[in-house]
């Protein structure tokens, strides 16, 4: 099967309404992907505004950077993670920004690429990583978690109910390198009746483990509102339960601080419309805030 090569952007409607993008402004897109997001916040730009794309994947920036340099010379791009926002303005000569996005996930590019090991329709190594060049492969990860760990991965990142036998499975299988090794675990620790629903569980949980993914939300929203103008913006779509958990107890939070104005009291969702364009966008949230 060819590589999926098109990412549909989501919500960016409700993305642009949020940000309320002004052109002469500076605006950070911390996971920026394909750039569909960002494309549409560079068309509102002057040539005085700004716009920061981070992303963890170094395809990703080079796909960004064939596809904008030479239109948008507002656009500076980052190999970092979305956490180090403070550490990449610095680079920037910047110190605060009026508005930040977070588009959390994987893009469809990443899920329909054939060597990364995110899907499981898909035959390659085990990696799962968003940054290759640091942190451990999804392979080598499973053989270095405990039974324990490994459970308690696949229970709350993953939900999935076989978790016990599905982990056992893996701990009992030392030479498990591929996406197909992983599956067939999968296929012989669990019912047929919706067993694909079980393959992209055990395969996301094992995702937001390698990439830590959890933990880096949980930092940066520990630290983004040092960054954010007053009457700054913030915008983040997730796509997990404990995602938008995080996302919204952490806004709650700097609400009582008095430090954010929580702009949605709750999370807004792809309308059908866009429902029936995108299906992969089904499980989004959308949160937005503005800083005090
Ligand atoms: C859903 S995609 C973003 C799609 C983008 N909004 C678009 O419309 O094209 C999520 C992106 O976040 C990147 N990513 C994941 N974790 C990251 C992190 N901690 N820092 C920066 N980028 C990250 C992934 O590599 C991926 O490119």
Known sequence: MQAILHHIPVMVEEVLLYLKVKPDCVYVDGTIGQGGHSRKILS?????????????DEEVLEHCHQEFFTSYSQLSLYHNSYHNLFKVLQS??????????????????????????????????????????????????????????????????????????????IKQTPDLITTTDLKKIVQASTPPANRNKSFARVFQAIRIAVNKELEILDKFLNNFIECLSPNG?????????????????????????????????????????????????RSAKLRAAERI
């Open 44 to 56: 509102k730009l002057s040539s005085e505004g700004k716009l920061v794309g981070i992303d963890r």
């Open 92 to 169: 920037e000569g910047l110190n605060t920004v009026d508005g930040i996005v977070l588009d959390l996930g994987l893009s469809s590019v990443q899920l329909g690429s054939e060597n990364r090991g995110f899907s499981f329709s898909k035959n390659s190594m085990l990696d799962m990583r968003f940054d290759r060049s640091n942190g451990k492969p999804a392979a080598q990860l499973l053989q270095k978690l405990s039974l324990k760990e490994l459970e308690n991965i696949l229970k709350n990142f993953g939900e999935e109910r076989y978790y016990k036998k599905i982990a056992y499975k």
């Open 233 to 281: 913006k913030i915008v983040v779509i997730s796509y997990h339960s404990l995602e938008d958990r995080i996302v919204k107890q952490s806004f709650k939070k700097l609400k009582q601080d008095r430090l954010l104005n929580i702009l949605t009291k709750k999370p807004l969702q792809p309308n059908q419309d866009e429902l029936k364009k995108n299906s992969r966008s």
